[in-house]
């Protein structure tokens, strides 16, 4: 299992500065050593040294609005630790563009990941 933590500013330096140098993807910003993400007011982070695989999830969302059946995917990216569970991380909705160039940057960032889902 990833171990997750609420991100507070000043609690940790190291933490601060990889969240203060971290790369923003829509709703997550990639940093050296830890990812983090935004989940309602907060900031969440995880360390990037526990993730053996990650893949991106791509969900079709449809529905119906004034105008009418509106259809848009909504970008994740998973990131999966040695015994299999699975930490999905919420990029953005229709943010094709920031959840490519996320992937790509962690392939480069952290080569002995493995990529793609099994």
Do not use: H
């Not at 991100?7 to 830890?34: C, H, I, W």
């Not at 053996?52 to 994740?76: L, P, W």
């Not at 015994?83 to 959840?99: H, K, Q």
């Amino acid at each position: 299992m990833i171990n997750t933590f609420i991100y507070r500013k000043q609690e940790n330096t190291q933490t601060d500065m990889d969240f203060k140098n971290a790369s923003p993807y829509g709703k997550v910003k990639l940093g050296k050593q830890f990812i983090f993400w935004k989940k309602g007011l907060r900031w969440n982070a995880a360390g990037l040294d526990e993730v053996t695989r990650a893949f991106r999830r791509i969900e079709g969302v449809d529905t119906k609005m004034c105008c009418g059946n509106v259809n848009f995917d909504i970008q994740k990216l998973v990131l999966v630790s040695e015994d299999g569970s699975e930490l999905e991380l919420l990029i953005g909705e229709g943010t094709p563009r920031e959840a490519e160039a996320l992937y790509l940057d962690l392939q480069k960032r952290r080569p002995g990941i493995a990529y793609g889902k099994v």
